[in-house]
Every structure is written in C-alpha cells, then in structure tokens.
C-alpha cells in the first residue's frame, strides 16, 4: 500500500506543486491536494489561526485541515530561502510550527528545511531528506528528483507561455489572448494571491470575461526582472519582494500595458513596502493604478464596483484624456 501524502493548496503551492507532486509520484507515494478554497476551508482556517496572520496563512491553516484526515503525511515544509542572500516570507519560516500549535490531531508534517540562503550545494541533500519519508533509496531519489526538476520546467514555461495555473489547474486557454482584446492589465501580486480564484474573488477570470489581456510577472522573462531589481540603491531581499519590484520597473520601461492592478493580502508586512513603492513607480510613468487589499471579510460586491470602475476610467483616458487642456 503506498504512502499517501497531501498537499495543501496553499501558499507556496502555485510557485513548486509540479516539482513535489512528481517527485513523490516517482518515488511510489499518493499525492492528495486539498480541495479547490471554498468558504468552509476559509472559515476552518480563519478558525484555527492566529489573527494577526494575513489572509493567505489563515487559508493555509484551512487547507491543512481538509487534509488531515485523508493522508498519512502533510507535505509543510519549512521554507527558509530558495535563492542566495534572499528570503521568504516570515511567516513561510515558521509555517510547520504555527501549523502545528494550531491544529490538533495532525498526522506527521514532512517540515524539511529549505535554506539556499548561502549556496545551493545542499540541494540533492535536501532532496534526499524529503524523500526519505518514501524510501531510502538515494539512486530512486536522485532520479525522482530529476524527473521532478524535468516537470517543473515544463510548469514554468507553460505560465510564462500564457497558461495560469488557476486553483492549480491550467485554464483551458490562454488568459492572455483573449479575441478582441481591447486593453491589456499587468495583474500583480504574490501567485498564492493570482491563481486562489476563491481568495482573490476571481479576478483574472472576471479580466478575461472583460475581453481584457492579462499579465502576470511569471509571464515575463526573469532574468530581466532580477537585472532590473539589482539596479535598486538597496537589495530587496525578500524573494517576492525583488519580483515584484522588478515587474514594476519593467512595466515601466516597456509601455505596453494600460494599466495595472496590485493585489494585496491585508497585514502583509513586505507587501506594505513593495505596494508603496510599485503604485509610486506606476504614477511616475503615468499608468493607471489600483490596489486591492484582501482580507477575509472583503465584499465580492465592493471589489466588482472598483474593477468595473478602473477599467472605465482606462477606456475613458484613452477616448478623451487628449480632450484635456494641459496644466498652465
């Protein structure tokens, strides 16, 4: 009988699920994701967590507890960094703790450190020690592991081709190339915020229905990103944090996009920066900014009334801003 391991769909989720996903696979394991966020995931969790925890954290805790039940192990690991002289998130950090305190009658968390903090030459150790809860066969867990490599790769340049990873499953079309199109939104925020269509009231969908073409940073080309982020006077070393500066700095070189549209996770500390610094830079280069902060007691309404509104108040600047005497 093969070892069942479940993984919430939460969090870090949408940046790595194909890498652990087929990692396991190889190895013989059952993987289990917790259901798509629903209401009852998102009331467990904002049950079972601390409340100073940004809404992301909390739906976390909700995921972990749709999967208590069903699995043999649950894959939280405790992700320190996963690039040099950068890190994650705090609450990333103390994620298996936090779980564990909260919930009660888990079965065993695989909460292996990820730390590449200083290099990454313990990578295929790290490897080592998360496939150790299938088997001891390091020759099966080198191959796993580069067949997992393999699948994320493949992920990677599927979302960066235009396929959004919505609630971890492709759209059957590409959000970017949508008939018609008559603008083009750069949508952006950390991909447990973009892809949860729950936690983020369904946003890209709702573009897409708008005839309107998305941008998401993963579809951007990274090495221009960290290129672009490293011109900054002081290293940003939150992980997501330099991406998003970097996507700020591109949009504002390139030109091509009518407007963006920063979502936020309310009591986000680093967010509490980088959404700062990002609409300051989008207003520099005249390009239409709006910020959505999202807790759990945000209105599907409210957020529906602002989008429809922004996206009037584009179509409104590109008909009539010429109209408009200059100041003076």
């Not at 968390?109 to 020690?129: C, G, P, Q």
């Not at 960290?226 to 030109?255: I, Q, V």
């Amino acid at each position: 009988m093969s070892v069942k391991i479940g993984i919430p769909r939460g969090l870090w989720f949408y940046d790595y699920f194909p890498l652990w996903k087929t990692f396991y696979e190889e190895l013989g394991a059952e993987i289990i994701f917790s259901d798509k966020t629903n209401k009852q995931i998102l009331d467990q969790g904002v049950k079972n967590c601390v409340d100073e925890a940004c809404l992301p954290v909390k739906l976390f805790h909700g995921h972990v507890i749709n999967l208590k039940d069903k699995v043999d192990y649950i894959f939280v690991p405790k992700m320190m960094s996963v690039y040099k002289d950068e890190y994650i998130c705090p609450k990333f950090c103390g994620l298996p703790e936090m779980v564990n305190h909260s919930i009660k009658g888990l079965p065993p968390l695989i909460d292996t450190e990820i730390n590449f903090s200083k290099s990454r030459k313990s990578l295929m150790i790290t490897a080592y020690r998360f496939g150790s809860y299938v088997t001891k066969n390091p020759i099966k867990i080198r191959r796993a592991f580069n067949n997992a490599l393999m699948a994320y790769r493949k992920y990677r340049e599927d979302v960066k081709d235009g396929k959004l990873p919505i609630d971890g499953e492709f759209s059957p079309k590409k959000p970017s190339v949508v008939a018609n199109n008559s603008k083009s939104i750069a949508v952006v925020g950390h991909t447990y915020h973009l892809y949860d269509s729950y936690g983020s009231m369904s946003i890209l969908q709702k573009l897409r229905d708008s005839k309107v073409s998305v941008i998401v940073p993963e579809m951007m080309n990274m090495n221009k990103i960290n290129k672009l982020a490293s011109t900054l006077e002081k290293k940003m070393f939150w992980s997501y944090g330099r991406k998003l500066l970097g996507a700020a700095l591109h949009f504002g070189e390139s030109r091509e996009i009518d407007g963006i549209i920063y979502i936020s996770s309310f009591g986000c500390g680093i967010d509490s920066i980088v959404e700062d610094l990002f609409e300051r830079w989008s207003r520099s280069h005249s390009i239409p900014f709006l910020l959505l902060t999202i807790d759990e007691h945000t209105g599907e309404a409210g957020i529906n009334t602002r989008l429809e509104a922004f996206l009037d108040m584009i179509d409104w600047r590109v008909n009539h801003e010429s109209d408009l005497s200059p100041h003076g």
